[in-house]
């Protein structure tokens, strides 16, 4: 069963389980903040697409000062709870919370960059290409969208070391078969190549990987100057 990201239960628990799901997590978002710190301007408005219970939020706006955000999620209980640790830090009037897809956003929204974690392994092969899409139209010539998501592997030994990596990082072994069985119904998972390819029918003008755990990969796409 998909795990209901609207339930109170499931995204008061969500920032501890999920440093025992995702390995490496702390450093994949050490390596998101440096990239946009490297691409980006001083003053720069940042989209983060399904910005969850707003860790990645909290961390980039102690960050940089000069940033601002516009964060969507469709969970309406996920944005509550990122809009109360970013209220707690004092830094709600740097960022704009919206319960919509990408999509609803103004289509002349430009931003300097985008972020997608952990959400396009959620989203059906039929529409992730036009999820892309939909980002690439609201970016700025140059900007940056970076991605972070489970991608397939023809080996089923990496899900087997998955699991045994997510058991030293706290899951107990019949949690790590749930969540094994889970990225099998509940995830639309591409081969890394198929991903990059979908970027870049998109529209972006050149994609690579920033980052990989095991069957994780990031990558940065940009969009032509």
């Known amino acids: 069963m998909a795990k209901d990201f609207a339930h109170p239960d499931v995204v008061d628990q969500y920032d501890q389980h999920i440093l025992k799901l995702i390995p490496g997590y702390h450093l994949v978002h050490q390596q998101i903040a440096v990239l946009l710190e490297s691409y980006l301007p001083q003053r720069a408005h940042i989209l983060v697409v399904g910005c969850g219970t707003g860790y990645e939020l909290a961390a980039l706006l102690a960050l940089q000062s000069d940033w601002t955000f516009t964060a969507t999620d469709l969970s309406a209980t996920m944005l509550e709870k990122a809009q109360a640790k970013i209220s707690a830090m004092g830094q709600a009037h740097r960022v704009q919370f919206i319960q919509a897809d990408v999509h609803q956003l103004p289509a002349d929204a430009q931003f300097d960059a985008a972020l997608l974690i952990l959400v396009a392994h959620f989203i ?91 069957c994780y990969q990031g990558f940065l796409a940009q969009k032509s100057r």
């Open 124 to 214: 059906a092969h039929t529409d992730k290409t036009a999820l892309f899409q939909q980002i690439y139209l609201r970016l700025a010539a140059g900007a940056i969208l970076l991605s972070y998501d489970l991608m397939q592997s023809p080996r089923t030994e990496d899900l087997s070391a998955l699991a045994k990596l997510c058991q030293q990082q706290g899951l107990s072994a019949i949690q790590s078969q749930k969540m094994l069985q889970r990225l099998h119904d509940d995830f639309y998972v591409d081969d890394s190549a198929v991903y990059q390819q979908r970027l870049l029918d998109s529209g972006f003008a050149t994609v690579s990987s920033y980052s990989q755990v095991l």
